[in-house]
């Protein structure tokens, strides 16, 4: 810091009043600043308004209620129920996070309590490297290679388990089971980086405890970590979920498009977010039908706001002594290790 | 005394502990199983359509013939991105700035914190939809869809990442250095701008390669802001193509060919995006501010 | 048995007019009341260390260290901070090697048993061998009651209430948590959060218990309330405990150890160490030249 040019000569010597002309930056920056950031919060709150008012043509046409609970889906005719689309959102968000969270906390224990100590840096890079393709790759990926090869193990389980619900019937390329893997896939890394975050803020006096009683490794894991972390490991879960109602791209790709309500997870369907994807092109000159899309796209914000509210409670309540926010583009680097502390 | 020896834990308590561990590892290799068969497919069905002239020449659009290449794709990702980044990185670092060194705990600093994070959660087609309704519907700057107004949209992404990885860091400079500062007599604005900032840069920098790297990816917010076109543009306020939209729309294609340009756009787009990740990773490493 | 140390140096405090709200311990369980003398109820096994090293990576924490703890006696070890003391009892129930870089050599025998022979299982020694800690550390997400039958739960799926009163009672701790076992452990008080560790630790009925600077982080009263446990204690266990208040060590046991950078000084009866040492550090240390 070089102090000559940071208070110049003249400055230094000068009383102790300083001029209003000198005061006028730092009175810049501070108000401009604060403009800035007021001005962020009005053009949030001006979307949402407008995202309300656009759809309203929908709204007084349908009604909020038959929009939302009525399953027909037929722009030619003038139809907008977009229960088909909350279901399939809800579906696949659904085998997203059975299928997800318990990979992702697998991942997150290993990498913090069972993994040999030098690969625990290069297996975090390599989870959190998943985030890093994009979501159209991630489609590309699910529409050439995992349709087809998932077909005939689909069908083999269709077939061997159809006494369970959802499963069973025919089965098609695209559908809810393919595009919840894949959103799977694509919440794993936050999820996992959410909760390895948590595991680590693990007190390593209740592990101890836990051990000295005489519990192996995973008793030990059960007893004082998993009870510990749960609260954040929701939350990681919760952010997750928010991730996955909104994913457009890849879902489109390979949930099949079909404004319906398939009977079984094997089959296809339709989400919020694919359907704007989709009809927007058809919805140009269409006034009704774009409303109904922007309307789509209301309800997918207030879902996404609803989730992403429940899941900052859990996170930060489980946050406490964490001082990075967690899920930002720096966590998880240079993990805290709270095992190096030495006993006197 | 008699030598007797430890009670042996019973081997259903051992069998547990080895399953349960064997099958968290289990997990965890599943875990990497779809990282490595992206990068392999990626790599198989993308390298064939590597070429000089694939990145020299625009897509033709035609179904038959000659695809063409990807040019207008790179430069559209690059020019749009590139304004993005231009927008959003100052407005996003003032937000940051505001935060920790006016805002601080103030109710409208948690205001603005809260409205950042909802900015987090909101889906990017949502943040397309808002383009769309403001500036696209109504025509604004004299065009419906425009590689600016695809800008916009990418902006509004970046801008949460941005400033929240913005404001860590710039809490972490310690407060000794600002004091400092203050106790040689400089202004606020001085330190802000010759004191914290440079000692926070790295970790801005490194925020905002992420955020670059998430919104060069991005395909919803530019279907219908930016829209997809095949012929090179330079002009802003012309329709502009990007490297997610070109693939998108070659997806559902039955040419081979197409389907083979798809695959070496998205080869290249990884390829940009990974290099923007360890360049972000790896500045991170090398500035340890805490 | 041997002689149990005199009690010449031990409290001079009173304890009358400490409300205890509990019955004297020794109304629940019926042994022979002698003067002074503290008849083993359950024969508790010894612990020897026999040249016992320990590293933390490079660093040569403990050297070449042989020391005795008798059944069914209190043991302290005493000295200056880092000279090994914590080290040493973490090394007796394999805790020491928990810490990344750490690592021990030597021998531990629980009566003639090696803890560290190759075919003896880990956590069946750390089931034998209880400890405390330093800092209260219930499990926070646990009752009362489940705190103290978390020990018990990893070997039988049900945990008798018996159980539990009698580990509570052990620790002093029942009456004061009879009606409220199912509240959280984390809500007691520090002193009665302590206790509840030692409960839980004596769940389990180990043959040995650590302590570790058990009263270090409590208030005075909580203290004393501790040192009285251990002297009930000794009739079912064997005591090591770590202190660095040397008037608790002569408060509370019948042989003391002075530890100084890794090495045994000297061992022997309380008595004699702070009145007689036979080693000059020890005697610098015990009248307060250092440390």
């Known amino acids: 810091m070089e102090a000559g040019t940071l208070v110049p000569a003249g400055e230094r010597s000068s009383a102790l009043h300083r001029s209003p002309a000198a005061r006028l930056p730092d009175r810049l920056l501070k108000w401009g600043l604060t403009a800035l950031s007021v001005g962020v919060i009005a053009l949030i709150a001006y979307f949402f308004i407008k995202l309300i008012l656009e759809s309203r043509p929908v709204f007084s046409q349908v ?183 909104g994913e457009t791209i890849a879902v489109t790709l390979v949930i099949g498009n079909a404004p319906v309500i398939g009977h079984t997870v094997f089959q296809q369907g339709y989400t919020l977010a694919a359907v704007i994807a989709n009809e927007f092109g058809e919805a140009a000159s269409d006034p009704l039908h774009r409303a109904a899309l922007i309307a789509a796209g209301l309800v997918l914000f207030v879902l996404t706001l609803g989730v992403n509210a429940v899941a900052r409670a859990f996170v930060l309540r489980a946050e406490r002594a964490v001082t990075s926010p967690a899920g930002g583009p720096l966590a998880g680097a240079g993990g805290r290790n709270a095992d190096s502390r030495m006993p006197t | ?204 920098v490194t925020g905002v390669l992420l955020a670059i790297a998430r919104a060069a990816g991005e395909t919803a917010p530019l279907l219908f802001t930016a829209a997809v076109v095949n012929a090179t543009a330079f002009n802003y306020n012309d329709r502009m193509n990007s490297l997610p939209a070109l693939i998108f729309q070659n997806v559902g294609q039955a040419q081979d060919r197409l389907v083979t340009i798809a695959w070496g756009a998205a080869l290249t787009l990884v390829a940009m995006i990974l290099m923007l990740t360890l360049l972000a990773r790896l500045i991170q490493r090398r500035s340890r501010l805490s | 048995m041997s002689d149990p140390a005199p009690h010449a140096l031990r409290r001079d405090v009173s304890l009358d007019h400490i409300p205890s709200s509990e019955p004297p311990l020794t109304a629940s369980r019926p042994v022979p009341r002698g003067g002074g003398a503290v008849a083993p109820e359950r024969v508790a096994r010894a612990v020897t260390v026999e040249r016992l090293n320990a590293w933390y990576g490079d660093q040569h924490s403990i050297k070449d260290l042989t020391l005795s703890f008798a059944p069914n006696r209190a043991t302290a070890l005493i000295g200056p901070s880092g000279s090994g003391k914590s080290t040493v009892v973490r090394c007796i129930n394999r805790m020491h090697e928990e810490i990344p870089g750490a690592r021990a050599g030597g021998r531990v025998l629980l009566d003639d048993v090696d803890v560290y022979d190759s075919g003896v299982d880990v956590v069946a020694v750390r089931r034998s061998i209880g400890m405390v800690f330093q800092k209260p550390n219930p499990f926070p997400t646990m009752s009362i009651f489940d705190n103290v039958a978390a020990g018990l739960r990893l070997t039988s799926r049900k945990v008798g209430h018996d159980q539990v009163e009698r580990a509570l009672r052990g620790a002093g701790l029942w009456e004061e948590v009879k009606d409220r076992l199912g509240k959280p452990g984390v809500g007691l008080s520090g002193g009665q959060q302590q206790r509840l560790c030692i409960a839980r630790a004596l769940a389990v009925e180990p043959d040995v218990l650590l302590m570790d600077e058990p009263a270090s982080a409590l208030d005075p009263i909580s203290t004393l309330k501790i040192e009285e446990l251990v002297e009930e204690l000794k009739r079912t266990v064997t005591i090591a405990i770590v202190t660095h208040n040397m008037q608790q060590a002569a408060r509370v046991a019948d042989d003391t150890a002075f530890l100084l950078d890794g090495e045994l000084v000297e061992v022997g009866p309380t008595e004699k160490i702070f009145t007689n040492p036979d080693d000059s550090r020890t005697e610098e240390y015990v009248t307060g030249k250092f440390g």
């Open chain 2, 1 to 204: 005394m008699s030598a007797v020896a430890f009670a042996p834990i019973s081997a259903r308590r051992r069998r547990v502990d080895k399953l349960a561990r064997g099958g968290v590892a289990l997990l965890t290799g599943v875990a990497l199983v779809p990282l490595a068969l992206i990068l392999y497919y990626l790599l198989k069905q993308g390298l064939g359509a590597i070429s000089l002239s694939f990145f020299t020449t625009d897509p033709t659009g035609s179904f038959l013939g000659d695809p063409g290449g990807i040019k207008s794709a790179i430069v559209g990702t690059l020019l749009m991105v590139g304004l993005a980044t231009a927008v959003a990185v100052p407005v996003g670092v003032g937000v940051a700035i505001w935060l920790v060194e006016f805002g601080r705990v103030s109710k409208l600093a948690h205001a603005v914190r809260y409205f950042i994070d909802v900015m987090t959660g909101v889906p990017s087609i949502v943040f397309g939809l808002f383009v769309y309704i403001t500036l696209v519907l109504g025509g604004v700057g004299g065009s419906s869809f425009a590689g600016w107004k695809g800008s916009t949209a990418l902006a509004l992404l970046m801008l949460p990442i941005v400033t929240r990885s913005a404001e860590v860091v710039l809490q972490l400079v310690p407060n000794s250095l600002r004091e400092a500062a203050y106790a040689l007599g400089a202004p606020r604005w001085k330190t802000v701008l010759r004191v914290v900032l440079p000692t926070a840069l790295p970790g801005i």
């Open chain 1, 63 to 245: 009604g909020l209620g038959s929009y939302l609970f009525s399953a027909d889906w037929v722009p030619s005719k003038q139809l907008y129920g977009a229960l088909p689309l909350l279901a399939g959102t809800l579906v696949t968000s659904a085998i997203a996070l059975v299928l997800g969270i318990p990979v992702a906390v697998a991942t997150a224990l290993y990498i913090t309590e069972l993994a040999p100590r030098r690969i625990r840096g290069p297996l975090t890079v390599v989870v959190d490297l998943l985030a890093a393709v994009p979501s159209v790759v991630y489609g590309l990926w699910g529409f050439f290679f995992l349709i087809p090869k998932l077909q005939p193990a689909e069908r083999w389980f269709a077939d061997a388990f159809s006494f369970l619900p959802f499963i069973g019937g025919n089965v098609t390329g695209p559908n809810y089971f393919v595009a919840g893997l894949i959103l799977a896939i694509m919440i794993l890394p936050i999820a996992s980086a959410i909760s390895r975050e948590v595991i680590l803020t693990v007190p390593r006096e209740h592990k101890e405890a836990a051990l000295a009683l005489g519990a192996t490794r995973w008793e030990m894991i059960r007893m004082a970590v998993l009870p510990y972390a749960r609260g954040g490991i929701a939350g990681g879960a919760m952010l997750g979920l928010g991730r996955a109602i």
